[in-house]
């Protein structure tokens, strides 16, 4: 039997605004859960999705993609691969399950929101598949590290680590809460959808397969891009929110939660994927550097994006381009120190090699950031491990839940930028962070972050033990330096003696 | 990198992004013919192939069955479509990429 035309019938299929009858449309779509901005439903109906697809074409595509992950995870025997995987490679696999495979349920939570309060008939539509989008990135994202669990325990934080109070998760749960469970469903077509979808997954989820194809590890990069590919359709649910704002006066009020989540986004992914490209991904394997694949992905590809949709670049695009020298180092730094903090195990990525690179890509490194890691090899040589391990906690952000970081060495710039409200100082790791806690004070302000909540008591024995108990590392979970500190021992080289 | 970086998101290219394999080079050649008066660049990273060329560029589902030589439906295109730039409009007999502003 012949079928019709999908676009014979599509208009009529998707066309679900019925009238009620019973509840009111302010009770069938409350603003509050709906759209904030409050668009008439009669100019929702323009919404056209760029990027359709029908049930039937979803599962046969959808079945193909999964016959393709599972079947090259099957073909190569992965266990084999990690065996012999580079120590700081396989920290990259613990930090991005650990970091991104729950949190992907909460995405799909996000996309049930637009599923059922979307205004528009077609986000309503495509959001379906989006929240079946997100259902499989979480279970094969907690399928493939689940056999390597036996052999390294760090790898069953890929389910643990967003149910416990470790920083990274603490981190991780604000600013997804902040644009997926927190919002409205407009709202989470513009953050969600557009400011993080068409953005920074391309850097985790293509940029980092990139460097995995070069690493060999052939099964997580086909794995990666696999799930890239349904970002980039259901991604597209916030292009015509947005238009529908722009051309209803609300360019103003779309570009600010744009930009919130924007910012917050790039904060994070600053300490997930800057490390893992520019510290973790052995030198040799490194397709680009992590500033490299942000102007590509990020300052070439999104944000031309923004301007074509009819948005502005973000007030911060200065410090934001500034920021790609300097953030993602410090973050780097502070985890590296922090190491019994995390459930990876971080690689330094401080060998004299790998300072060349650094200096090649990112000029000054040396006098910098290197004036750190020269204590720190010093210290290590010295026998003084102790002097390179914490004590205590850093200060971290109020709005990012990441430690306050800046420049070092020879160009010093760290600073608290702190607000008070309401009786209580916030501190901040950017003006950035501060503004976005200004839009909407009340929202942010009950939050208790891991100081503060140390502060209050509520972490004992009140000092690093403590806190790691809080955080529900075990002794055995806690991060080491992932080649053991062989990288300090080739300063010893008589050409490389004078770094 | 000569250019400064606060131009680099001035620019008009637009195009797919693919995952690697027999597929994505069926689509390449595609491209090239259904644009003719169209430069493609191509930048194989393994796990990506960026194609891009100027303002606007589209894929004809025809194009894809006559190159793979069996039938082909434009949504098998999703399979490798990971990423593009600029904006797209995927219909049922072609996908294409474009911007609605020229810089
Ligand atoms: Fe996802
Ligand atoms: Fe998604």
């Not at chain 1, 920074?200 to 990139?210: D, I, P, S």
């Not at chain 1, 529908?244 to 103003?252: S, V, Y």
Request: negative net charge; hydrophobic residues 40%.
């Amino acid at each position: 039997m012949a079928l019709l035309n999908r676009s014979d019938w599509y208009d009529i299929a998707r066309d679900t605004n019925w009238t009620p009858k019973y509840v009111t449309e302010e009770e069938l779509f409350p603003k509050e859960m709906s759209d904030c901005f409050d668009v008439p439903r009669e100019k929702w109906e323009t919404y056209d999705e760029p990027y359709k697809t029908s049930y039937r074409e979803y599962v046969k595509v959808q079945r193909e993609k999964d016959a393709g992950a599972y079947s090259v995870k099957a073909a190569l025997g992965r266990m084999k691969f990690l065996d012999s995987a580079d120590p700081g490679w396989k920290s990259i696999l613990k930090l991005h399950y650990g970091g991104i495979a729950l949190q992907e349920y909460a995405a799909g939570m996000a996309e049930a929101t637009m599923a059922r309060f979307g205004r528009a008939p077609g986000m309503r539509n495509m959001a379906t598949f989006g929240l079946l989008d997100e259902t499989r990135h979480g279970q094969i994202q907690l399928y493939f590290p689940h056999e390597y669990v036996s052999k390294d325990r760090q790898f069953d934080w890929a389910h643990k680590a967003m149910h416990s109070n470790d920083w990274a998760a603490i981190a991780t749960r604000h600013a997804f809460a902040d644009i997926m469970s927190g919002r409205d469903a407009t709202s989470v077509a513009l953050m969600l959808t557009f400011a993080f979808e068409t953005a920074f997954t391309n850097m985790q989820f293509l940029g980092l397969a990139a460097d995995a194809a070069e690493v060999g590890d052939v099964t997580f990069s086909n794995l990666i891009s696999s799930i890239q590919t349904d970002e980039a359709r259901h991604a597209q649910i916030g292009t015509p929110a947005l238009k529908i704002l722009i051309e209803n006066g609300h360019k103003e009020g779309a570009q600010k939660l744009v930009d919130i989540a924007f910012w917050r986004n790039w904060r994070l992914f600053s300490v997930v994927t800057g490390p893992s490209m520019d510290y973790y991904t052995p030198l040799a394997k490194r397709e680009k550097s992590f500033k490299e694949f942000m102007i590509e992905w990020i300052v070439g590809q999104f944000e031309r994006n923004i301007l074509d949709i009819g948005l502005d670049v973000p007030w911060y695009w200065d410090t934001f381009l500034e920021d790609l020298n300097t953030t993602h180092h410090g973050m780097h730094l502070g985890v590296w120190y922090w190491r019994p903090t995390v459930w990876w195990d971080p690689a330094a990525g401080a060998s004299p090699d790998e300072r060349d690179w650094l200096e090649e890509k990112y000029p000054g490194w040396n006098d910098t950031y290197g004036k750190c890691w020269d204590v720190i090899i010093d210290n290590i040589k010295n026998g003084r491990e102790d002097l390179t391990l914490p004590e205590t906690l850093p200060i971290v952000c109020n709005m990012n839940h990441l430690p306050i970081v800046g420049v070092p060495g020879k160009k010093w710039d760290v600073r608290d930028h702190y607000l008070d409200y309401k009786g209580r100082r916030y501190h901040f790791g950017s003006k950035v962070d501060r503004w976005v806690f200004e839009q909407d004070p009340d929202r942010y302000a009950g939050h208790q972050g891991l100081i503060d909540r140390f502060l209050a008591g509520k972490i004992q024995p009140a000092n690093l033990e403590g806190a790691l108990k809080y955080m529900g590392l075990q002794p055995e979970d806690c991060g080491k330096d992932a080649h053991d500190y062989a990288w300090v021992w080739n300063y010893n080289k008589p050409d490389k003696v004078a770094v | 990198m000569t250019t400064n970086i606060k131009d680099i998101h001035k620019h008009n290219r637009v195009g797919p992004i693919f995952r690697g394999g027999e597929l994505a080079t069926a689509a390449i050649d595609a491209l090239e013919e259904d644009n003719p008066d169209k430069e493609f660049t191509i930048e194989d990273r393994a796990a990506y192939i960026r194609v891009e060329t100027d303002h606007e560029c589209i894929i004809r589902r025809k194009t894809m069955e006559e190159i793979l030589g069996r039938p082909f439906e434009m949504q098998e295109l999703e399979v490798i479509l990971g990423s593009f730039s600029g904006q797209i409009e995927a219909e049922q007999e072609y996908v294409r990429f474009y911007f609605d502003t020229k810089i």
